[in-house]
């Protein structure tokens, strides 16, 4: 079923590209900003119900906050695309919570944060907005998109103060996201074209100049990539670039976790690194 709808949506996109192409992009970004919202269910609620809320405003909508702990070293979480601060659960509940305070935030248009849209700089602006509400955070680790979008929040704003960032099978393009919609839908080059040059007419920038290597010229942090070989979703070979370009920072490669990186194995690292900056391989 799903896939008749992606190509009946694909069709409808590429007919109207050859008719009103500018049409097409603005619709066609649309789709591809709109996540599907993953429910919080009833055992997420037990786990996150303990924490302390918060609403922070950010571009017009509110955005979840949740804290746990009372320590001095603060960490801020961040999800991926169509998740939510539940996927956070074995790493938070991994940090002494006398030593650390923990903070989790549900994307825009994610968990039970606001918004219907979202992309790199949406989030990114999100992430801006919360630092600047818990005035600092040493330690920022993020999956997938949120890793991406924490990158881009700093080399955009090179003032806050984050000492480290650890990217948990984050993608290195901004293409990579396009191109992953562009192959769902059957997305012909016009069609493609459409939604890349909406995307420039909101932004002024080419969605091309996305990439992770090309922030870290503004971040002074310490880094931890985090990536598996058989990752399906982010590029395992740009990870290994970054990590070349990225001299701050430690690559750890995995292999048969897959994108989530759902490991114990994986928080020990994230530990390690959170408390003493090395990471035994």
């Given at each position: 079923?799903?896939?008749?709808?992606?190509?009946?949506?694909?069709?409808?996109?590429?007919?109207?590209?050859?008719?009103?192409?500018?049409?097409?992009?603005?619709?066609?970004?649309?789709?591809?900003?709109?996540?599907?919202?993953?429910?919080?269910?009833?055992?997420?609620?037990?786990?996150?119900?303990?924490?302390?809320?918060?609403?922070?405003?950010?571009?017009?909508?509110?955005?979840?906050?949740?804290?746990?702990?009372?320590?001095?070293?603060?960490?801020?979480?961040?999800?991926?695309?169509?998740?939510?601060?539940?996927?956070?659960?074995?790493?938070?509940?991994?940090?002494?919570?006398?030593?650390?305070?923990?903070?989790?935030?549900?994307?825009?248009?994610?968990?039970?944060?606001?918004?219907?849209?979202?992309?790199?700089?949406?989030?990114?602006?999100?992430?801006?907005?919360?630092?600047?509400?818990?005035?600092?955070?040493?330690?920022?680790?993020?999956?997938?998109?949120?890793?991406?979008?924490?990158?881009?929040?700093?080399?955009?704003?090179?003032?806050?103060?984050?000492?480290?960032?650890?990217?948990?099978?984050?993608?290195?393009?901004?293409?990579?996201?396009?191109d992953t919609g562009k192959k769902l839908l059957g997305?012909?080059?016009?069609?493609?074209?459409?939604?890349?040059?909406?995307?420039?007419?909101?932004?002024?920038?080419?969605?091309?100049?996305?990439?992770?290597?090309?922030?870290?010229?503004?971040?002074?942090?310490?880094?931890?990539?985090?990536?598996?070989?058989?990752?399906?979703?982010?590029?395992?070979?740009?990870?290994?670039?970054?990590?070349?370009?990225?001299?701050?920072?430690?690559?750890?490669?995995?292999?048969?976790?897959?994108?989530?990186?759902?490991?114990?194995?994986?928080?020990?690292?994230?530990?390690?690194?959170?408390?003493?900056?090395?990471?035994?391989?």
């Amino acid at each position: 079923m799903k896939k008749i709808i992606y190509k009946s949506v694909g069709t409808y996109l590429n007919t109207l590209a050859s008719i009103h192409s500018e049409r097409a992009g603005k619709r066609g970004y649309k789709l591809f900003c709109s996540p599907v919202r993953t429910k919080v269910k009833p055992h997420h609620y037990d786990f996150l119900a303990p924490a302390k809320y918060k609403a922070i405003h950010s571009q017009g909508h509110p955005i979840q906050l949740y804290k746990w702990g009372s320590g001095d070293r603060h960490v801020l979480f961040l999800h991926g695309w169509q998740s939510h601060t539940f996927r956070w659960k074995k790493y938070i509940q991994a940090f002494p919570m006398d030593e650390y305070t923990i903070y989790g935030m549900d994307a825009p248009a994610h968990g039970l944060s606001g918004g219907n849209m979202v992309n790199a700089i949406i989030y990114a602006e999100a992430i801006t907005d919360v630092l600047s509400e818990i005035s600092h955070a040493e330690t920022i680790i993020g999956h997938s998109f949120g890793g991406f979008s924490a990158m881009y929040a700093l080399h955009k704003h090179p003032y806050l103060s984050v000492q480290k960032v650890a990217l948990l099978g984050t993608p290195g393009k901004a293409t990579e996201f396009f191109d992953t919609g562009k192959k769902l839908l059957g997305l012909k080059s016009k069609a493609d074209q459409a939604i890349r040059q909406h995307f420039f007419k909101l932004y002024g920038q080419d969605i091309n100049d996305f990439e992770t290597i090309n922030f870290i010229d503004n971040i002074d942090a310490k880094g931890l990539i985090i990536h598996d070989k058989n990752d399906r979703e982010a590029d395992f070979e740009y990870a290994t670039k970054l990590s070349q370009e990225w001299h701050n920072s430690i690559f750890i490669p995995t292999e048969g976790l897959g994108h989530k990186l759902y490991s114990d194995q994986i928080v020990r690292h994230l530990l390690d690194f959170v408390e003493s900056d090395h990471v035994s391989i």
